[in-house]
């Protein structure tokens, strides 16, 4: 059961143009979400937030945006940078709930061409 | 100066030992995690721990066990493995009321 879901497994983007990767979500309890980004053989790198209570955050190149009616969030990358090629993991939590971890989704590959 | 660190970086064992993953974070949180990453790459919660209680999800099997010997270390010990272990093991940590946790760069086992 994929709670948090990322339907494209990979996304190849022009450099300098603008990346926007996909998040959907089932469970309406979530009320925190990430982004994390990671390159092989490394752990994953925590990029931006945000909490439910938002609709948008900014931190320089990348922006999240939370569409909660929808359970859908995206993040935009702008503009790419050849350094921006990894995995990119959506990751979405429930306050106090369970192991108080993170459910991931399965990740999108995002190639950025020069 | 690495935040969250792990070791071994590679673990290849057969099946029926008993092994065990160290993990470390030097940014001063109050949790740590263990996460799985299965061959579909799907990342999963295993453990969650501060300092006053383990939190474990309910699938991960009683042969898994975490060991905290103090606030900046959570260990991973794992009896008598089998063949579906074989996986990369993520150790994360976060500030207890933050939200934010940061991995590790991975374990990568393998059961023969």
């Known amino acids: 059961d994929q709670q948090v879901k990322q339907n494209s497994p990979s996304l190849s983007v022009q450099e300098g143009r603008i990346s926007i990767l996909n998040c959907d979500y089932t469970?309406?309890?979530?009320?925190?979400f990430l982004w994390y980004k990671k390159y092989p053989a490394e752990g994953p790198t925590f990029l931006i937030s945000?909490?439910?209570?938002?609709d948008k955050n900014e931190d320089g190149r990348f922006t999240v945006f939370l569409n909660k009616s929808a359970k859908h969030l995206s993040l935009h990358i702008v503009p790419s940078q050849p350094g921006d090629s990894a995995v990119y993991f959506c990751a979405a939590r429930v306050s106090g709930g369970g192991a108080d971890g993170l459910t991931f989704g399965k990740g999108t590959h995002l190639i950025i061409q020069p | 100066d690495t935040a969250v660190s792990q070791t071994p970086k590679y673990l290849v064992t057969q099946m029926g030992n008993d092994k065990s993953i160290k993990c470390e974070q030097n940014?001063?949180?109050?949790?740590m995690y263990w996460y799985k990453q299965d061959s579909k790459k799907f990342l999963k919660i295993m453990f969650s721990y501060n300092n006053k209680e383990l939190i474990i999800n309910e699938t991960v099997p009683n042969r898994f066990s975490p060991k905290s010997p103090d606030k900046a270390h959570l260990n991973l010990h794992i009896n008598s493995l089998e063949l579906g272990d074989s996986a990369v093991y993520f150790c994360?940590?976060?500030?207890?009321?933050?939200?934010?946790?940061?991995f590790g760069p991975g374990t990568r086992l393998l059961v023969l």
């Open positions: 945000i909490s439910s209570i938002k």
């Open positions: 469970n309406s309890m979530f009320d925190y």
């Open positions: 940014l001063g949180h109050d949790t």
């Open positions: 994360a940590s976060s500030q207890i009321q933050g939200r934010a946790q940061y």
